[in-house]
Nanobody
């Protein structure tokens, strides 16, 4: 069973930075080339795709974070990262790690596949 555990959330001021981590467990038999992504959600809003990485390591970003956020993956450590720079108050949300070991790539990488496994979420709060 695949499990995801996020860490690294917290508070930051406008213009600051934070790095989120997502440790992946239970994927040994699947190798390391599969879909992973970060999503975020504010109460009362739909979950929004922030950044994704495909089985080849190619990255994809929402327009709202392009140039400020960087998604990366350490296959040796089975860990996904999201470095968030130049943070804005509108980046405040619960951030969720997502993985689907049955998906290598999909046409819209910021829409979660049907078989997506989710982490428990980590809160990011940006103050002005």
């Amino acid at each position: 069973e695949v499990q995801l555990v996020e860490s690294g959330g917290g508070s930051a001021q406008t213009g600051g930075s934070l790095t989120l981590s997502c440790a992946v467990f239970g994927v040994t038999s699947y190798g390391s080339r599969y879909y992973m992504a970060w999503f975020r959600q504010d109460p009362g809003t739909e979950r929004e795709g922030v950044a994704a990485i495909d089985g080849n390591g190619r990255t994809y970003y929402a327009d709202s974070v392009k140039g400020r956020f960087t998604i990366s993956k350490d296959n040796d450590k089975n860990t996904l990262y999201l470095h968030m720079g130049n943070l804005k108050p509108e980046d405040t949300a619960m951030y969720y790690c997502a993985a689907d070991v049955t998906t290598f790539y999909r046409q819209n990488m910021l829409v979660p596949p049907v078989s997506t496994v989710w982490g428990q979420g980590t809160q990011v709060t940006v103050s002005s």
